[in-house]
């Protein structure tokens, strides 16, 4: 039996299944059908469904142009980092918090 053949007989299995409102091994046993062949198909037959419906998108990846130069000071177990650019009265500013002298 073709692949497509089996698929549709096994959807057909799966529906009658689904219809009967029966648990799983007593509707396998009460039609000769094999409840591990049972759940492997409705499994299978789910996975190419959801394969068939996942619609694909582009993700265009950022590109780095530059990085931000930096410089640290560190004193004892303090570190901080000022970024190109950062006003000397604010650093000064911080300094004053900290207790540092500059």
């Known amino acids: 039996m073709a692949d497509l053949e089996k698929a549709k007989l096994w959807s057909r299995h799966i529906l009658a299944y689904q219809n009967s409102g029966i648990p799983a091994p007593e509707w396998c046993k009460n039609n000769n059908v094999i409840l591990g062949r049972l759940r492997y198909w409705i499994s299978k037959l ?3 469904k959801n394969f068939q419906q996942t619609e694909w998108i582009s993700l265009n ?4 142009t530059a990085l931000i130069p930096l410089i640290k000071i560190k004193t ?4 901080i980092e000022i970024p190109d650019g950062f006003q000397a009265e604010t650093l000064n ?3 004053k ?5 500059a």
Not at 61 to 64: E, L
Not at 97 to 101: E, P, Q
């Open 46 to 48: 789910n996975v190419d």
């Open 93 to 95: 500013s911080i300094f």
């Open 97 to 101: 918090v900290l207790g540092i002298h």
């Open 76 to 79: 004892g177990d303090l570190s």
């Open 61 to 64: 990846k950022p590109r780095i």
